[in-house]
């Protein structure tokens, strides 16, 4: 697959040796009248186009480089089978933002959301030989009835709105199943127990289900059962390898039903809140997080190699950070396992952006996409914590907010989650106190949240008293290297960025009230140049004299 993009397999922590990429040059069509139709999907006529997927047709990489809107994208391919056993899965990574998928002129699905992955099984329209695929998708950002995030409403990028993303942006790819299989895996660390509790699904069950649990190559756990289709086994460990901040220790797992084989992974640590603080593995880990939105100049949405995600993650390290924000934008599972490999920590986030949360359309158009994208996500332990809005409207809907945290804490009693990053708090729902504050003067930041730490419970009107306080935005200084960038209060030379830096850092960290902070931001984006990379990943600033402010003992760690 060398000269295929992306050649990678999308989902390493669910990964069979039986799948096919199916990324490279597709035929494409922008079309906006939605004239196009029965005879793209039957054959009878072709795409005028062409685009290199899984790039969206905004980004270079694409090969089109139209940023124009597109409301309707058309994609088709061939793919050969030279045999048919068993079932054929077609998985996309992620399509936004309406998906309608034709096999051989036969109509497959229909999926709706823009930010996570979805499969369909196309056994029964598959053949041998030359089969065809027919990809529609339809997105509207100027509506405010979808999710789209930091995408911009208008025809240009303007503030912290950047360049849309329309179509297919992950990798596309079939999978060859035996007619028995597994079909997911959800996976509970109990620490105290040294045990995984594993619940698997299996499709046409029969026989032995098997999972086998391994640590640097040796053997230590096992558990198996008869197969039903939903089935739950408790792996035993014989050796106990704690996942922590900084050392991502991973066990690797082979999970076997018939002729069905799943390589998978896991991490054993517990995550939870107590006294003020958070703990991973019962130790208190104050968060030093970055802000991350995971746009590139060349690919968008997309980044151009797997290297390039992980070099996200080197690069944060590199300043002092122990994880970041995933911020409006719900994330690869590519990146997520750099993440778990590396120790790093992250929030998960959706793309609420765009959306009008103060009616009925966050219901149809959000907290579907939302359990999809934690179940999907649910067994990276790099994730310690679900936050699914960000700086909602004031006029929102408070029981859409209460019914998407029940929603979130039953899928997921295991991690704590917060009602809304910044602005809007839902008091009966709100366990931790979420805030973002772009105050450029260290002193007057510093002032003002130590009411915190002396026991005043409210900073501003609009927000309520919680138990637990997150400083999840701050800083934002800016420093353009080019153009007419935009950030928050250009310092006047390099040695006063860093002294605001420091004193902005400073500030939260010798205060017990606040359990972590995320700084805005790792990289750059377009107009706004607030990151302390650029936004092609040049280093503006010392990475070793940011590393030594981010990384010094806190406060909240002394405490404990």
Known sequence: MKNIPRSEHPFPHFCRDTWQNLNGEWSFQIDDD???????????????????????PESVLSGVGYTNFMTRVWYSRGFELSEIKGRTILHIGACDYITNVYVNGNHVGIHRGGYVSFAFDITEFVRLGENTLVICADDDTRS????????????????????????????VWLEFVPPTYIKFAKYQPDVAAKALIADIECVSPYGKLTAVAYYDGREVGRAECDANNYNRLTLQLSELHLWEVGDGR?????????????????GMRSVSLKNGMMYINDRPVFQRLVLDQGFYPDGIYTAS??????????????????????????????????????????????????????????????????????????????????????????NQNNEFVRDLMMITRTIDPLRPAIDGSGWQHVDDVCEIYDCHDYDQNPESFKANHDRRMNGECSI?????????????????????????????GVPASIEEFYAR?????????????????????????????????????????DPERISAIVSRTAAFEKSE
């Open 34 to 56: 939605h004239i196009l139709g029965e005879e793209i999907v039957k054959g009878e006529k072709q795409l005028s186009g062409k685009i290199l997927v899984p790039f969206c």
């Open 144 to 171: 405010d009835s979808s999710p789209s995030g930091k995408q911009s409403p208008k025809l240009e990028s303007y503030g912290c709105h950047y360049t849309r993303t329309t179509g297919i942006w992950q990798t």
């Open 250 to 266: 991973l066990y690797d797992l082979v999970l076997t039903l018939g002729d069905d084989v799943v390589k998978s992974y896991f």
């Open 305 to 394: 190699t797997d290297e390039e995600l992980k070099g996200d993650v080197l690069r944060s390290m590199a300043m002092g950070f122990n994880g970041a924000r995933l911020h409006e934008k719900i994330f690869e599972p590519r990146f997520l396992y750099h993440c778990d490999k590396l120790g790093y920590i992250v929030w998960g986030e959706h793309a609420n952006w765009g959306l009008n949360i103060s009616g009925q359309n966050g219901y149809t158009d959000f907290i579907a996409e939302w359990v999809e994208a934690m179940r999907r996500d649910f067994n990276h332990p790099a994730i310690i914590g679900w936050c699914p809005l960000n700086e909602t409207q004031e």
């Open 460 to 488: 501003d009107a609009r927000r309520v008293p919680a138990r637990y306080t997150f400083m999840s935005e701050f800083g934002g200084i800016g420093w353009a290297t080019h153009g007419n960038g935009w950030g928050y």
């Open 501 to 541: 830096f420091e004193g902005l850092c400073n500030a939260l960290l010798d205060n017990t009230a606040y359990f972590g902070f995320c700084y805005t931001q790792l990289t750059d984006v377009e107009q706004e140049q607030n990151g302390l990379y650029t936004y092609d990943r040049k280093p503006k600033f």
